[in-house]
């Protein structure tokens, strides 16, 4: 950060001299100020430092462009602005200031001081949405008045501007004076309180701001989630590296699986499907209370911006569920913190999956078809990496085959194959579709934008994650019969779990009631088990209804691929993508493209039900060859 100790003239003209070359301006001013300027806003949000009560500083200090006004040489902040103006005013045609301030105690609403003569439009957008905030202490909404008046500042302070110079250097100043609703009458602050008011007052700025720009100036800015700050403080990246650092400690997958999965299976087949060995967990690399401890350490309540400090919280309240899961392996309140996690088998999931298991029929021939094992379908997936290689040189990753585990996982971008796997050589194409396709592509493609958090995952990306994963698989044309019917009597054994069936109660629906075979029944039961009741598999069908909804609501597929988050993120990863702090995917898989997949997808966004969506067998083998 530049720091300037005077404002004289030579340092006003440093300062406009780096925004006339279009530069980022980012420097401590005399008596605590601040001065933040991006590129290309023709707006400035002012605030007047207190000795008081500096909480709208947190309002002002989120935008991409604001000015802090330390607590002594007013009239030089006021050269600085009127220099600051004068060059930007010319660059985009108009330039807003915008100054926000406490209202006194008694008043309860906002009030909107400005030209309503010159800028109707600008001021009503602010209005109202100003009055679409929620009052929650009182359960009503709050009032926003608008005054015509060239008293525009705080009561007895100087004017940023007089009417006279701010015509001069081209800028149009509004106040805003702002209720103080997050202190009770003795001046107690609530800071629970304050975080939702804040974002909701920087929603309603952006709202009045990106109709001053269209309106108003020649800015080209073309949606208002391009409004926030596109470099972001130091804190967030802090923040988000602890984060990270904390989730990589441990490998949650890895840990809640058993580690003698093969004898558990061995003993309940040769007993007749009756005897259960207990679950064995591998021993636990860190202590969940320190963990948790370091967790709530993180001052995630000083990041500022409302999206990053959004997924933050979300992201701690996840971790926190994790860590609880863990220490619980084997109890009852591991299944409970499980329900927290993945949520419940909804009606909608469970009339999909029923219609699944209705409509399509155990496809007995599959046994007989080729088959592929775990080192040639190892082979078949760095064949994928070399694609993923050939699009982006950074490209790295390592595929282990392991006695130890009973599922294919990816973990931390690298693929975990079990030693014993076979799978048919025509579901060979989706699965490496699912796994590498899906979660290594999005695993490094997190990785190559700022936050570490999209190649590990944002809150409750798992949903998601696991829809595009199978997706993956229907796009490239090698979803089955069988494999959807795995995902159907996932949910199925989901169900049955909540529902309080043991292991053999879901193990003979499987088998008995639903057709499976007794190598998928057991697969099924026996992940749906582990940990004392892990819901995650539920995810896998119910990821696939919600992206065949938001895919037939005209949502980007291509966004998807950007790194790890949920569906309720698409709109902050569409705003933080248009304020360019986040970049277009790296890596796009190798099915993305050509008529399969443009007609696939249609089909989709046309309403194609999701028992209809398994490929024929023709279309298998041909896609196999390709």
């Known amino acids: 950060m530049w720091k300037i100790n005077h404002l004289e003239e030579k340092e006003i003209k440093k300062i406009t001299n780096q925004l006339a070359e279009n530069k980022e301006l980012n420097c401590s001013l005399p008596g605590g100020g601040l001065l933040h300027i991006e590129p290309g806003f023709p707006y400035l949000v002012v605030y007047r430092r207190s000795k008081k009560n500096n909480h709208l500083k947190k309002i002002a200090a989120n935008e991409a462009s604001y000015l802090i006004i330390g607590n002594k040489d007013f009239k030089k902040y006021q050269k600085l602005i009127i220099a600051i103006s004068d060059l930007l005013s010319t660059r985009f045609k108009s330039y807003m200031l915008l100054e926000l301030f406490l209202a006194e105690k008694e008043k309860t609403s906002f009030c909107i001081k400005g030209p309503e003569d010159i800028l109707p439009s600008t001021l009503n957008t602010l209005q109202e949405a100003l009055q679409n905030i929620p009052d929650s202490k009182s359960g009503a909404y709050f009032k926003a008045a608008i005054s015509n008046t060239r008293k525009r500042q705080p009561k007895g302070k100087a004017k940023l501007l007089t009417i006279t110079k701010a015509k001069q250097c081209g800028a149009l100043v509004v106040g805003l004076e702002i209720p103080s609703a997050f202190n009770d009458e003795d001046g107690v602050f609530y800071p629970l309180y304050f975080r939702d008011f804040k974002d909701s007052i920087i929603e309603a700025i952006h709202l009045a701001v990106f109709d001053f720009i269209r309106v108003q100036t020649s800015c080209g800015v073309r949606s208002v989630r391009a409004l926030g700050r596109q470099s972001l403080k130091d804190k967030v990246y802090e923040i988000d590296k602890k984060l990270s650092r904390l989730e990589r400690s441990y490998k949650f997958l890895w840990l809640v699986s058993p580690s003698n999965i093969h004898n558990i299976k061995k003993t309940f087949f040769n007993s007749g499907f009756e005897k259960i060995l207990d679950y064995h967990y ?39 569920q994790q860590i609880s899961m863990l220490s619980e ?10 329900l927290k996690l993945y949520g419940n088998v909804d009606d909608e999931l469970l009339k999909n999956a029923q219609e699944i298991l209705r409509f399509l029929p155990n496809d007995m021939e599959e046994e007989n078809r080729p088959t592929m094992d775990a080192r040639e379908f190892a082979s078949f997936a760095r064949k994928e990496f070399q694609y993923f290689h050939d699009q982006d040189d950074q490209f790295k990753s390592k595929i282990h085959l392991r006695k130890d585990v009973n599922i294919m996982m990816v973990n931390q971008g690298e693929l975990y194959i079990p030693a014993d796997y076979k799978t048919g050589r025509m579901e060979a194409k989706a699965l490496i579709q699912h ?12 990785s190559k934008q700022p936050f570490e958090q999209l190649s590990i995952g944002l809150a409750d990306y798992d949903t998601m994650q696991e829809g595009v994963a199978v997706m993956a ?98 709109n902050i990863i569409k705003e933080l993508t248009d304020r360019k702090v986040l970049q277009p995917p790296a890596l796009i898989p190798s099915y993305a493209g050509g008529k399969l997949y443009e007609n696939r997808l249609k089909d989709i966004r046309d309403g194609l039900p999701i028992h209809k969506m398994v490929s024929e067998q023709e279309e298998l083998r041909e896609s196999v060859s390709q």
């Not at 392996?329 to 499980?338: D, E, L, M, Q, T």
């Not at 796994?435 to 997190?446: A, D, I, K, R």
């Not at 995810?539 to 597929?557: D, F, P, T």
């Open 329 to 338: 392996r084997g109890s009852p309140n591991f299944f409970y913190n499980g």
């Open 473 to 570: 698989e229907y796009l490239s044309g090698g979803l089955t019969v069988n494999r959807l019917r795995i995902l159907a009597g996932r949910v199925v054994a989901g169900k049955a779990l909540i529902d309080n069936y043991d292991f053999r109660g879901i193990f003979q629906l499987l088998f008995k009631e639903y057709g499976f075979s007794k190598e998928r029944a057991f697969n099924i039961t026996s992940r749906i088990m582990q940990g004392g009741g892990f819901l995650k598999d539920i995810i896998y069908l119910k990821g696939l209804v919600k992206l065949r909804n938001y895919l037939k609501e005209g949502g980007s597929y291509e966004l998807l691929f950007t790194g790890k988050f949920a569906f309720h993120h698409v």
């Open 282 to 320: 591998r021993l636990l690399p860190v202590d969940p209370d320190l963990i948790k401890r370091r967790l709530y350490n993180l001052k995630i309540e000083d990041v500022d911006d409302p999206a990053m400090s959004h997924l933050f919280r979300e992201k701690r309240e996840e971790l926190d």
């Open 435 to 446: 796994e590498v396709g899906t979660h290594v592509l999005t695993y490094f493609n997190g």
